[in-house]
């Protein structure tokens, strides 16, 4: 199982604010994700990477942006943090072996904005 | 228009006996599909998966049985605990490798003692 971490686990901001949500994983994966998920919704892929400065939006239109400089380090930004943002974000990883992916998820971060 | 279908978003069932869970999917270009658990406040867990090449693999309590022609996959776990109390996302890949995986909604399982 892939090691992969996120914080911070909980973040409670006022509207306007400026957050950035981090995301490592210690495995070299070349693959890496962001999903939102509200409570007991359907997961959903706002931005993804398939290695260093390859960065593309998913299904989901986001207001959020990320980068990918490093491997093993995905964060997003949220530039003016607004309350329809309050949700939980996971971030995912998983190995370039060919098409049958695995996906790694962290523990989450829960995002409430005021 | 979803690709990955999980028509049933609760699922009860009692202790000791067996939870079937249901994915359907109409992308046939989909050759490799997982399960994941998922807990309230965590991340998913990956559960198990089965390449198309395969109908059945199975993992200690559970079980993944696949229907190509019908385009189904089934998640079965016996004997059911308290603590598979979570919801089950099925999710799915192409043999293109070039898209994330494609996940359904999720079946929320509740096992009552």
């Known amino acids: 199982e892939a090691d992969i971490y996120q914080t911070p686990r909980y973040l409670v901001i006022g509207t306007g604010k400026k957050i950035t949500l981090e995301c490592s994983q210690t495995?070299?994966?070349?693959?890496m994700y962001w999903y939102q998920q509200d409570p007991g919704m359907e997961l959903h892929l706002i931005h993804y990477?398939?290695?260093?400065?390859?960065?593309e939006k998913g299904d989901l239109s986001s207001e959020s942006t990320v980068s990918r400089i490093r491997t093993e380090h995905f964060p997003l930004t949220l530039e003016s943090a607004r309350p329809s943002h309050t949700s939980q974000y996971l971030c995912?990883?998983?190995?370039?072996?060919?098409?049958?992916?695995?996906?790694?998820f962290g523990p989450g971060t829960r995002l409430l904005v005021l | 228009d979803q690709q990955v279908k999980q028509n049933s978003p609760s699922l009860s069932v009692q202790e000791g006996r067996i939870s079937i869970l249901n994915c359907d999917y109409t992308n046939s270009m989909f050759d490799y599909f997982l399960w994941y658990k998922k807990y309230p406040a965590e991340g998913p867990t990956f559960l198990i998966s089965?390449?198309?090449?395969?109908d059945k693999n199975e993992d200690g309590r559970f079980t993944v049985f696949l229907n190509k022609s019908a385009k189904h996959l089934s998640l079965h776990i016996v004997p059911s605990q308290p603590g598979d109390s979570a919801v089950y996302f099925c999710?799915?890949?192409?043999?293109?490798?070039?898209?994330?995986?494609?996940f359904g909604k999720g079946t929320r399982l509740s096992v009552i003692a």
């Open positions: 495995m070299g994966h070349d693959k």
């Open positions: 999710a799915a890949s192409a043999y293109s490798g070039n898209t994330p995986l494609v």
């Open positions: 990477s398939y290695g260093v400065n390859s960065t």
């Open positions: 995912a990883s998983s190995p370039s072996l060919g098409y049958q992916e695995t996906q790694y």
């Open positions: 089965i390449s198309s090449i395969k």
